[in-house]
């Protein structure tokens, strides 16, 4: 049985985004989708909760920063309540093209997926794909998920991704916190979801800098390693 897509919600994590958010939004709203579009402020000083409000879209604040994790994992928890059948992630500093979001939501909709991932580095698109120590570790990061999952997930690090009804409730209880990504696909690979990847483009930051950066970019990798290989542990003892 197919999934409802008049209940899709857009999760939008924003922290110190005014500039971005704004123009994110409008690209959302100009969408011929039944979108419903959350911005989870994480506690932003800035004025991305007055653009945000001035766009149309929901707003949860969060009384302080808690890092992309806590912010999604809110969206799923308010996806969760609300009774919404898909939730879609998408960033807001306009690094994610919308115009591919039909493209994302397709498979789900179909009922062929659980969790849709779209994927700068799948033919025919291939465009901005970021600096080359990240797609270093883009790289790594498939190998490591494809060797304890098996699957081959040729983008892990992308926040652009959909999910169904099936994995809302798994996310909105328990949800990585710091660089939460590629060991999302790890927890959902061990909660049965079919995972599949669609070809997006994506481009460059409007305004702001990334979070990750420079020696942030080889913690993050450390990080990230050793809680995919404790998650997988972890829930490979849950099995056993």
Known sequence: MGTDPQKILVIVPAFNESGNIGRTIEELRGLDLPLTILVVNDGSTDGTVREA???????ISLPFNLGIGGAVQTGFLYAKLKGFSIA??????GQH????????LEPIIRGEADMVIGSRFLPPHLGYQSSLIRRVGI??????????????????????????????PVFAEDYPHDF??????????????RILEVPVQMRKRRHGLS???YLMTLYYMIKV????????????????
């Open 225 to 240: 390693t050793f809680a995919i290989i404790l998650d997988s542990f972890k829930y490979q003892k849950r099995k056993g």
């Open 53 to 59: 409000r001035q766009g149309g879209s929901k707003v």
């Open 180 to 193: 939460p990504e590629p060991e999302a696909i790890v927890q959902a690979r061990f909660h049965k979801a």
């Open 211 to 213: 979070s990750i950066r």
């Open 97 to 104: 093209d919308t115009g591919y979001l039909k493209v994302l």
């Open 88 to 93: 879609v992630q998408v960033d807001g500093d």
């Open 139 to 168: 790289q790594f990061f498939s190998r490591l998920i494809s060797f304890f999952t098996g699957c081959l997930v040729t983008d892990p690090t992308s926040g652009f991704r959909a999910i169904n009804g099936k994995l809302i």
